[in-house]
Nanobody
Framework: QLAESGGRLVQAGDSLRLSCAASGEAFGSYAMGWFRQAPGGEREFVGVVSWSSGEAYYADSGSVKGRFTVSRDNAKKSAYLQMNNLRPEDTAVYYC??????????????????WGQGTQVTVSL
C-alpha cells in the first residue's frame, strides 16, 4: 500500500516536498513513480526513480524538468517528489505509484501496478 502526504496550498514560486510511504517488504524492488491529475485533465506522468540504480526519469514535456526531483529512501520505505518554483499550472492531485515486474527504464512511464490515494497540491498566484 502507498500513502502520499505533503500536499497543500502554496503560492507561485514556492517549494514543496511530497512523500510517499509504502508498506511491504519488497519496497526496494519497485520503481517508484509520481503522476498528477489536474482538474478536468488526464493523469500524467511526472517522474520515476528506479529500484536498482536510483536513476530518475522525468516527463518528456519539459514542464517539470529542472524544477521537480524524484528520490527514494529504501530504509524508510519512502519516495519523495521535491517541487521547486511551483506554478499555478502545477495544481493537481499528485499520486505515487509502484512499478511492477514489467517496469523498465526503457519505458519508464508504464508498468505501474499499485497506486496511492493522492494528495492535493494547489498553487495560487
Amino acid at each position: 500500500q502507498l500513502a502520499e502526504s505533503g500536499g497543500r496550498l502554496v503560492q507561485a514560486g514556492d517549494s514543496l516536498r511530497l512523500s510517499c510511504a509504502a508498506s511491504g517488504e519488497a519496497f526496494g524492488s519497485y520503481a517508484m513513480g509520481w503522476f498528477r491529475q489536474a482538474p478536468g485533465g488526464e493523469r500524467e506522468f511526472v517522474g520515476v526513480v528506479s529500484w536498482s540504480s536510483g536513476e530518475a526519469y522525468y516527463a518528456d514535456s519539459g514542464s517539470v524538468k529542472g524544477r521537480f526531483t524524484v528520490s527514494r529512501d529504501n530504509a524508510k520505505k519512502s519516495a519523495y517528489l521535491q517541487m521547486n518554483n511551483l506554478r499555478p499550472e502545477d495544481t493537481a492531485v499528485y499520486y505515487c505509484a509502484a512499478g511492477g515486474a514489467n517496469w523498465s527504464r526503457f519505458a519508464p512511464t508504464k508498468g505501474f501496478v499499485s497506486w496511492g490515494q493522492g494528495t492535493q497540491v494547489t498553487v495560487s498566484l
